[in-house]
C-alpha cells in the first residue's frame, strides 16, 4: 500500500484536533508534480538537471571552481522565505547567422536577462539551449570572466517549500496548544484524585497529622476503618502503572521511549490488570469520583498513545516528501552553499509524548506517596516509628535497637559513628505523623510487630524461652 494511502488511513483512526492539523501529504504530491512540468518547460529534465548539478560540484560535495557549465541549486532566504532558484553560468550567445536572425530577434524581445546594468541581455531560450549542449558534451577549460550568469526562480518549487513551512509551523503551534490543554486537564485529574484518595487526617477526628506528640508511639493505635477514602485502590493503580513502563522502559538493557506497537500493548495490558483486580469498578474504587477519574486516567493515556502515532506519522511524512522532491525533480535536498538550506523549517528538539509522560510522572503520580520512599533500609518495611541519626539517615526503631544491642556504631549508610548515640530524642515525630496518614494500615501492621518483638526479647532477657508453651500442672 503507498504511504499516501496508509497515512489517510492513520489520520482516520485519531481525534480532530490532531489529524486537521497534519502534513497535507497529497498536496505536496501534486506541488511536486508541478516542480517538474516547470522544469521540463525550461528544457531541464531530471537527468539533464541531474549531471549540470553534478558538474558544479567535486566528488566530495565541495564547491568546484568556475567551469562551463556552472549550475547550482540555492534558496534565498533573505526575505525570511524559502525561495529556491537556479544559479548558472554559460557561454555568451554567439551572433545569429543573417537567415535566423529575425527569430532570435523575437525571443530576444520577449524574455531578456536584467540580472545586473552591465550584464549582456541574453535570450533565455539560447541560454537553455546551450545549458543542455554542454551537458551532453565534454566540458573545455574557459574563463569564468566569459560567462555570462543567470539566475532562474522556480515559482512552483518556492510553493512547495511554501506549503510545507505553513504546515509544520501550524503543526508546532497545535502541538503547543495541545500541551496547555493537556496540563490543564491532568491538574482537573490530580485535583478529583487527590479528593478521592485522602488520608486519615482527612476523615479521623481524633487524629491530626500537624499535632504534636506527647506521649509513646509505642501505645498509639491507628483506626483505618470506616475511612471514606480510596487511598490504597489509587496507590494499587499508580503502582501497576508504574510497573508496566507503558511509553518508555527504565531497565539497563533497553532504557529508552518504547515502538508505538509496544506502548499500545502494554496499555491494553495496564487496563487488564486493573479490571482483573476490581480496580475498575465498584469492588475496590468506593467512590464514583474515582471511578470517573480513572476513566480520565485512562483517556489521558490513550491520547499520549494518539500523539505519539500522530508525532512519527508526520516525522515520516515529511522525510517522505522531502525523498520524493529530491527524486523526481532531481534537485538536492541541500544547496550549494548552506549546510542546513532547510533551517528556516520549523523544527522540534523535543517529543511532545515524552513530555506528556513527564507531566504525568510530576503532576499527578507524586500526589500518592509510595510506601518504597519510607521504607527501612534494613528489614525493608515501613520504619514507624523512624529514628532519624545525627547523620541524616533513618531506619525503624526496632532495627536500631538490634544493632545497640549487638554493639555496632556505624550508620549503615555513612558508616558515621552514630547509632550507640540514638535515644528517644531521634525519634522522627514529623515523619511518624506523616506515616501514620497515608500509611495507616502498614503502621499498624508494623506496630504490632514492634510490640511482639518486644515482648519476645524482654522473655528472653528473663530467661523465658518464647516459643514454650504454657503446661497448667
Given at each position: 500500500?503507498?504511504?499516501?494511502?496508509?497515512?489517510?488511513?492513520?489520520?482516520e483512526?485519531?481525534?480532530?484536533?490532531?489529524?486537521?492539523?497534519?502534513i497535507?501529504?497529497?498536496?505536496?504530491?501534486?506541488?511536486?508534480?508541478?516542480?517538474?512540468?516547470?522544469?521540463?518547460?525550461?528544457?531541464?529534465?531530471?537527468?539533464?538537471?541531474?549531471?549540470?548539478?553534478?558538474?558544479?560540484?567535486?566528488?566530495k560535495?565541495?564547491?568546484?571552481?568556475?567551469?562551463?557549465?556552472?549550475?547550482?541549486?540555492?534558496?534565498?532566504?533573505?526575505s525570511?522565505?524559502?525561495?529556491?532558484r537556479?544559479?548558472?553560468?554559460?557561454?555568451?550567445p554567439?551572433?545569429?547567422?543573417?537567415?535566423?536572425?529575425?527569430?532570435?530577434?523575437?525571443?530576444?524581445?520577449?524574455?531578456?536577462?536584467?540580472?545586473?546594468?552591465?550584464?549582456?541581455?541574453?535570450?533565455?531560450?539560447?541560454?537553455?539551449?546551450?545549458?543542455?549542449?554542454?551537458?551532453?558534451t565534454?566540458?573545455?577549460?574557459?574563463?569564468i570572466?566569459?560567462?555570462?550568469?543567470?539566475?532562474?526562480?522556480?515559482?512552483?518549487?518556492?510553493?512547495?517549500?511554501?506549503?510545507?513551512?505553513?504546515?509544520?509551523?501550524?503543526?508546532?503551534?497545535?502541538?503547543?496548544?495541545?500541551?496547555?490543554?493537556f496540563?490543564?486537564t491532568?491538574?482537573?485529574?490530580?485535583?478529583?484524585v487527590?479528593?478521592?484518595?485522602?488520608?486519615?487526617?482527612s476523615?479521623s477526628?481524633?487524629?491530626?497529622a500537624?499535632?504534636p506528640?506527647?506521649?509513646?508511639?509505642g501505645?498509639?493505635?491507628?483506626?483505618?476503618?470506616?475511612?471514606?477514602?480510596?487511598?490504597?485502590?489509587?496507590?494499587?493503580i499508580?503502582?501497576?502503572?508504574?510497573?508496566?513502563?507503558?511509553?518508555?522502559?527504565?531497565?539497563?538493557?533497553?532504557?529508552g521511549?518504547?515502538?508505538?506497537?509496544?506502548?499500545?500493548?502494554?496499555?491494553?495490558?495496564?487496563?487488564?490488570?486493573?479490571?482483573?483486580?476490581?480496580?475498575?469498578?465498584?469492588?475496590?474504587?468506593?467512590?464514583?469520583?474515582?471511578?470517573?477519574?480513572l476513566?480520565?486516567?485512562?483517556?489521558l493515556?490513550?491520547?499520549?498513545?494518539?500523539?505519539k502515532?500522530?508525532?512519527?506519522?508526520?516525522?515520516?511524512?515529511?522525510r517522505?516528501i522531502?525523498?520524493?522532491?529530491?527524486?523526481?525533480?532531481a534537485?538536492?535536498?541541500?544547496?550549494?552553499?548552506?549546510?542546513?538550506?532547510?533551517?528556516?523549517?520549523p523544527?522540534?528538539?523535543?517529543s511532545?509524548p515524552?513530555?506528556l509522560?513527564?507531566?504525568?510522572?510530576?503532576?499527578?503520580?507524586p500526589?500518592?506517596?509510595?510506601?518504597?520512599?519510607?521504607?527501612?533500609?534494613?528489614?525493608?518495611?515501613?520504619?514507624?516509628?523512624?529514628?532519624?541519626l545525627?547523620?541524616?539517615?533513618?531506619?525503624?526503631?526496632?532495627?536500631?535497637?538490634?544493632?545497640?544491642?549487638?554493639?555496632?556504631?556505624?550508620?549503615?549508610?555513612?558508616?558515621?559513628?552514630?547509632?550507640?548515640l540514638?535515644?528517644?530524642?531521634?525519634?522522627?515525630?514529623?515523619?511518624?505523623?506523616?506515616?501514620?496518614?497515608?500509611?495507616?494500615?502498614?503502621?499498624?501492621?508494623k506496630?504490632?510487630?514492634?510490640?511482639?518483638?518486644?515482648?519476645?526479647?524482654?522473655?528472653?532477657?528473663?530467661?523465658?524461652?518464647p516459643?514454650?508453651?504454657?503446661?497448667?500442672?
Amino acid at each position: 500500500m503507498h504511504f499516501s494511502k496508509t497515512y489517510a488511513q492513520l489520520l482516520e483512526g485519531l481525534p480532530p484536533e490532531l489529524s486537521n492539523n497534519a502534513i497535507e501529504y497529497r498536496q505536496l504530491k501534486k506541488l511536486i508534480n508541478q516542480v517538474v512540468t516547470e522544469l521540463l518547460a525550461l528544457g531541464l529534465g531530471p537527468a539533464v538537471l541531474h549531471d549540470l548539478l553534478q558538474s558544479g560540484t567535486d566528488p566530495k560535495g565541495k564547491r568546484r571552481e568556475a567551469t562551463p557549465t556552472r549550475v547550482f541549486y540555492e534558496f534565498n532566504s533573505d526575505s525570511g522565505h524559502i525561495e529556491p532558484r537556479l544559479r548558472l553560468w554559460v557561454d555568451p550567445p554567439v551572433p545569429p547567422s543573417p537567415p535566423s536572425r529575425s527569430r532570435v530577434e523575437e525571443v530576444d524581445s520577449e524574455k531578456r536577462d536584467s540580472r545586473s546594468d552591465d550584464a549582456e541581455h541574453v535570450p533565455q531560450v539560447a541560454l537553455l539551449w546551450a545549458l543542455q549542449r554542454r551537458a551532453e558534451t565534454p566540458e573545455q577549460p574557459v574563463d569564468i570572466a566569459d560567462k555570462v550568469e543567470l539566475v532562474i526562480p522556480l515559482a512552483s518549487d518556492s510553493a512547495f517549500f511554501r506549503l510545507l513551512s505553513t504546515t509544520l509551523q501550524a503543526l508546532s503551534d497545535n502541538l503547543l496548544a495541545i500541551h496547555a490543554q493537556f496540563v490543564a486537564t491532568l491538574a482537573d485529574l490530580t485535583k478529583v484524585v487527590s479528593d478521592t484518595a485522602r488520608p486519615v487526617s482527612s476523615t479521623s477526628i481524633g487524629f491530626k497529622a500537624h499535632s504534636p506528640f506527647n506521649s509513646d508511639a509505642g501505645v498509639v493505635r491507628v483506626d483505618a476503618s470506616s475511612r471514606k477514602s480510596d487511598l490504597y485502590s489509587w496507590r494499587e493503580i499508580f503502582q501497576l502503572y508504574v510497573e508496566a513502563e507503558i511509553f518508555e522502559s527504565v531497565s539497563e538493557r533497553n532504557r529508552g521511549a518504547r515502538t508505538i506497537e509496544e506502548s499500545e500493548t502494554r496499555l491494553k495490558q495496564f487496563a487488564e490488570r486493573v479490571t482483573t483486580r476490581g480496580l475498575g469498578d465498584g469492588r475496590k474504587l468506593k467512590l464514583p469520583q474515582s471511578r470517573q477519574a480513572l476513566e480520565s486516567f485512562l483517556a489521558l493515556n490513550v491520547f499520549i498513545l494518539n500523539v505519539k502515532k500522530f508525532e512519527l506519522a508526520n516525522a515520516e511524512a515529511t522525510r517522505k516528501i522531502l525523498k520524493k522532491h529530491a527524486k523526481r525533480t532531481a534537485l538536492p535536498v541541500t544547496d550549494a552553499s548552506n549546510t542546513a538550506p532547510l533551517a528556516l523549517l520549523p523544527a522540534s528538539n523535543t517529543s511532545l509524548p515524552r513530555i506528556l509522560v513527564q507531566e504525568l510522572g510530576t503532576t499527578l503520580l507524586p500526589i500518592i506517596p509510595s510506601l518504597d520512599d519510607y521504607a527501612c533500609l534494613i528489614c525493608t518495611s515501613i520504619a514507624f516509628k523512624p529514628i532519624r541519626l545525627s547523620c541524616g539517615h533513618l531506619f525503624c526503631v526496632r532495627c536500631l535497637v538490634k544493632m545497640q544491642k549487638r554493639g555496632q556504631d556505624d550508620c549503615p549508610m555513612c558508616r558515621a559513628p552514630c547509632v550507640l548515640l540514638a535515644d528517644r530524642s531521634n525519634v522522627d515525630w514529623a515523619m511518624l505523623n506523616f506515616m501514620r496518614d497515608w500509611f495507616p494500615e502498614e503502621s499498624s501492621v508494623k506496630l504490632r510487630q514492634n510490640e511482639q518483638e518486644a515482648a519476645q526479647e524482654q522473655l528472653v532477657e528473663m530467661g523465658i524461652d518464647p516459643d514454650q508453651k504454657c503446661i497448667v500442672m
